[in-house]
């Protein structure tokens, strides 16, 4: 919107000045007119105050003038059609009108005088042209001066008078020449900077509307000036009409007034309407000198335990890399060396079974490993076209091939339609296999074979595309389930809680979903909702045109 308002005010700015410009510039050609007139028909003449040796001409040319200069004023907005040809025309009638007079007046010093300034207005507005019309006027000037002197034989304005003259509106036309050129820089410059202030207040208001933190500008008398998104939302979406302070929010404008009364922040959260997060109000003055209006950033108290926890996470992580790269060796040799062991003909069976204890806690170890290792690592996306049904099909047939199901079942399911999709095929590759081992192993009823399904299918004729990991096991508990993709969560007493935690990070990279989904008739539904295969494309393109 502030680009638009600039946009029409930087179009209609320099119209307005151009007009204003010229409508003086006509005032002025009706001011000479007058005068010219004055001069002619002035009750002077008969006392020869104002030598007029060609009556007639002199009252001819000014009458003329005077009507002329009278429909230029009149015509002012439509000159500005054709703005150079409108005052070229017009001084062309300006210096004839001003050297006619001065034949008729036997060289009056007031009419070239008072032509000065039209050679020097002729020079501000058309630049490229000021020393042709001071060329012109200094014709105008000498022609009469030489016709009185040599022709008419009239005692008038001397040749070096006129000399004088002419030169002065080659003086005139180079200083206003001059001073139009550095007036046009500085109003340049001037527009120039208009434009970076409107920029910068635009991004300013963009910064400020995109903000998490909550931002009021509030009045001496509590009224709400300006309110971002965040601040609007966390006092609980107010009618835009709705401008005061203590009917939105009672408790903040206490705080307030405790506050500009006392100086002292009350720093605990309140919930400033219902069904909002907590918030933490920070006070300030919007300058050192302005009691009346006051700014106030409400920090949501869920922003800032999300960004402790991420910090946390991210710290979390780096240590547990650097541990798990430190147990990976001794890890090693423990495994080489129970390998070894295992090989040993005089082993007792009791002594076999303690080895092939050791294995497999040796196997679970470095899972845990190298899921710590893959958190840590966070490798960027590639996301690329692929087709969903060939996919899980190929998925099911490499799963089935390295791993032995035994009695459990696991098949594809896919549409008699092509679906295509953009994702990391090796990312979504370990997202599937994750999923797939954990409906195996716990999506079972007791004492009977896992069945699980990789189905690829659309949302709806036209939704984006999904990919679903369905077994027909217990399910997962409604308050275990919100819980499931946190880190480090798990119900296992052997899980390291970092599976879906990976899984979900990893179908984010590739701007897509993971969520889980209930099954009627029990069991658990693991599912994936990609991007279509022209979205990305589609939103890069209207990005780089934009």
């Known amino acids: 919107m502030i680009a638009e308002r600039w946009a029409r005010g930087a179009t209609d700015s320099p119209g307005d000045i151009t007009r204003r410009e010229l409508y003086f510039f006509n005032l002025y050609r009706c001011l000479e007119a007058i005068v010219y007139a004055a001069l002619v028909f002035s009750p002077i003449v008969k006392f020869d105050l104002v030598r007029l040796t060609h009556p007639a001409l002199g009252q001819v040319v000014a009458m003329t003038y005077l009507i002329l200069a009278l429909m230029m004023f009149v015509g002012t907005d439509r000159m500005r059609a054709r703005l150079a040809t409108g005052i070229s025309a017009g001084l062309v009638a300006d210096i004839i009108a001003a050297s006619l007079i001065l034949v008729a007046l036997s060289g009056h010093n007031v009419v070239p005088i008072m032509l000065l300034v039209n050679v020097g207005v002729a020079a501000l507005l058309l630049p490229h042209r000021a020393f042709f019309f001071a060329t012109l006027a200094a014709i105008g000037v000498i022609a009469p001066a030489f016709y009185a002197n040599f022709v008419d034989n009239v005692s008038g304005m001397s040749m070096s008078e006129a000399g ?10 180079a200083l206003c020449f001059y001073l139009g050129g550095h007036m046009r820089a500085t109003e340049a410059l001037a527009a120039q900077r208009g434009v970076d202030l409107l920029n910068l207040e635009q991004v300013n208001d963009l910064i400020i509307q995109r903000m998490k933190t909550g931002v009021l500008l509030v009045d001496q008398a509590n009224h709400i000036l300006r309110i971002n998104e965040a601040a609007w939302h966390l006092i609980g979406n107010p009618s835009p009409n709705q401008r005061e302070l203590g009917t939105i929010a009672p408790e903040l404008s206490r705080r307030l007034y405790h506050w500009r009364h006392s100086g002292k922040t009350d720093q605990t959260a309140v919930a400033l309407a219902a069904d909002v997060p907590e918030v933490i109000p920070r006070f300030t003055r919007l300058a050192p000198n302005d009691d009346a209006n006051v700014l106030i950033f409400l920090d949501d108290t869920s922003l800032l335990s999300r960004r402790a926890e991420e910090l946390t996470l991210s710290s979390l992580g780096r240590l547990s890399a650097s541990i798990a790269h430190e147990i990976r060796n001794p890890l090693a040799a423990i495994r080489y060396s129970a390998q070894l062991l295992a090989e040993s003909p005089k082993l007792e069976p009791e002594d076999k079974r303690l080895v092939d204890i050791v294995n497999n806690h040796c196997t679970r170890a470095n899972d845990v490993i190298e899921n710590i290792l893959q958190l840590s690592r966070r490798e960027r996306s590639r996301p690329e076209t692929i087709d969903l049904n060939a996919w899980v099909l190929a998925f099911v047939e490499d799963y089935k091939q390295s791993n032995d199901l035994g009695a459990d079942q696991l098949r594809a399911v896919t549409q008699n339609r092509r679906i295509e999709a953009m994702v990391d095929p090796q990312h979504l590759q370990q997202v599937a296999w994750n999923l797939v081992q954990n409906a195996l192993r716990y999506g079972r009823q007791p004492n009977e074979p896992a069945r699980v ?27 275990v389930a919100g819980q499931i993709f946190e880190p480090f969560f798990t119900t296992h007493e052997y899980g390291t809680g970092l599976g879906l935690y990976l899984a979900k990070q990893m179908t984010e990279a590739s701007q897509a979903t993971l969520e889980y989904v209930p ?13 279509p295969a022209g979205a990305l494309l589609a939103a890069r393109i209207a990005a780089q045109s934009a």
């Open 453 to 479: 399904t990789v189905a690829a299918r659309l949302a709806t004729d036209k939704g984006p595309p999904m990919i679903e990991v369905v077994d027909r096991g217990p399910g997962i508990p409604p308050k």
């Open 164 to 173: 004088l003259l002419a030169v002065a509106n080659f003086a005139v036309a």
């Open 519 to 531: 099954v009627a008739g029990g069991g658990a539904c693991f599912r994936i909702t990609l991007t």
